[in-house]
């Protein structure tokens, strides 16, 4: 390679990186982007499984019928994780709540709060700093009508250069009197990642 | 000495041409746009306005909207749309359906998220998406390379 040549590559490789950058960069990202970093369970996958199970939910014929004249009252069951993976799980259904209570079509009891709701309640009765008449009374909530469950579950397989990641999450809504879940589906995502030759 | 400074010149221009194709790799086009508005006919029977926009070349030899489709769930609002692929292999995409009420206002704005979508080959696939609300009225489904 005579001198010239060197020349050449050498200002192709150092223009190169100038103009496409090889600094750091730090900015906003779009909070509902679908791009895939990893196998690992990733915010775009919580935002699929909530809007699949809502919107399988309120469409579903017998639940239009029922929440067509009134509003259920539901509460959630923490999700049963047996993937590998430590999850906030409490964030997927925090999210299905959400987006349930934004449809109009049910209300929710938060048992989370429960404490906070008794510490509320004992000083509105017993600090006697609250007029009797508009203190709350205890033994006044509404118990649910049905109970939302969950499971969570991962396949996970790796042969070679290559990890193929299924995730499966099942929900299902309980008649807390009768004991019949009146709704269940399922939501699947697969992720597949492939290593290429030079690391990465 | 001459010919060693063209030369140092063409490769400052090749390599902006190839840091150039570079960024492109990265950028995402706006994709295709669907629209599908509720009106009523003289009748009183619920209609569906449509209209699809491309704004990407690329993606108008690769897919195609065959349908534009809405139904009711009760009070809420359901849309589905028909792709085609028009190419013969496997392609990525992602889509997203925004949502607006009957003045035309966004409901929940900003908060959509995008989907993947995979389309195999000469692959006719619907899509699918629920209002998130009762006072959803209009629908715009958006498709475009994934980012």
Redesign the interface.
């Known amino acids: 390679m005579n001198n010239s040549m060197k020349a050449f590559l050498a200002a192709v490789a150092i223009g190169t990186m100038a103009l496409s950058g090889c600094a750091s960069t730090m900015q906003y990202g779009d909070a509902g982007s679908a791009k895939p970093i990893s196998t690992e369970f990733g915010s775009s996958d919580l935002q699929q499984i909530a809007e699949a199970m809502v919107d399988s939910m309120i469409t579903f014929p017998p639940m239009v019928e029922l929440t067509s004249a009134r509003r259920p009252v539901v509460s959630v069951d923490s999700v049963k994780n047996k993937s590998m993976q430590h999850i906030d799980t409490e964030s997927i259904t925090d999210s299905i709540r959400a987006k349930l209570i934004r449809s109009g079509k049910f209300r929710f009891i938060d048992r989370t709060t429960d404490d906070q709701t008794v510490e509320e309640l004992k000083i509105q009765q017993d600090s006697g700093l609250v007029d009797k008449k508009s203190a709350v009374q205890f033994g006044q909530q509404l118990g649910a009508e049905f109970l939302l469950t969950s499971n969570f579950s991962e396949i996970r397989q790796k042969a070679g250069s290559t990890t193929d990641v299924y995730y499966k999450f099942t929900m299902s809504l309980k008649n807390l009197k009768t004991g019949i879940l009146e709704w269940s589906d399922e939501k699947e995502i697969r992720k597949v990642f492939k290593r290429g030759t030079f690391g990465g | 000495m001459k010919?060693?400074r063209n030369?140092?010149i063409?490769?400052?221009v090749?390599?902006?041409l190839?840091?150039?194709l570079?960024?492109a790799g990265c950028s995402t086009t706006a994709g295709v746009e669907a629209t599908g508005k509720t009106s009523w006919d003289e009748q009183g029977a619920r209609t569906l306005e449509k209209n699809v926009v491309f704004n990407s070349s690329g993606l108008k030899g690769d897919i195609q909207i065959v349908e534009v489709k809405s139904a009711m769930?009760?009070?809420?609002m359901?849309a589905q749309a028909t792709l085609r692929s028009k190419d013969k292999d496997t392609l990525p995409f992602?889509y997203?359906f925004d949502w607006y009420d009957a003045a035309g206002l966004e409901i929940?704005s900003g908060?959509?998220?995008?989907?993947?979508l995979i389309l195999y080959g000469r692959e006719t696939k619907t899509i699918?998406?629920?209002a998130?609300?009762?006072r959803a009225k209009e629908f715009k489904l958006k498709i475009r390379e994934?980012?």
């Open positions: 010919q060693n030369l140092i063409s490769g400052i090749a390599a902006a190839i840091a150039s570079g960024m769930a009760g009070d809420i359901r992602q997203r929940n908060a959509g998220s995008w989907k993947p699918q998406a629920v998130p609300d009762p994934p980012d």
